[in-house]
């Protein structure tokens, strides 16, 4: 069964960083695009950024664009997003998601707040 757990969430002051990861089991982790979305309080569910099954080709939206890194770790299964010049903004419960079939984790919460 496919299975994504996201950490790495936690609380971060403005300005701050952080790494979020993806443990992906269940499937063959280097055959799949990959992507990050977000959810904050009241708010759609927005796309963040993806990645192409060996990692050679990312998109980002705009609100990510500079400060935001997709990557992935095809040996280890593992999808990260480097999370930089964090902001107020950015507080949301941010997912791991797989495109086909639609596979999505169960989220880790990010919080910037001073």
């Known amino acids: 069964q496919v299975q994504l757990v996201e950490s790495g969430g936690g609380l971060v002051q403005p300005g701050g960083s952080l790494r979020l990861s993806c443990a992906a089991s269940g499937f063959s982790f280097a055959y799949y695009t990959m992507t990050w979305y977000r959810q904050a309080p009241g708010k759609e569910r927005e796309f963040i950024a993806d990645?192409?099954?060996?990692?050679?080709?990312?998109n980002y939206a705009d609100s990510a664009k500079g400060r935001f890194t997709i990557s992935r770790d095809n040996a280890k299964n593992t999808l990260f997003l480097q999370m930089n010049s964090l902001r107020p903004e950015d507080t949301a419960v941010y997912y791991c998601h797989r495109p086909v079939a639609n596979y999505w984790g169960q989220g880790t919460q990010v919080t910037v707040s001073s």
């Open positions: 990645i192409n099954h060996v990692g050679g080709i990312t």
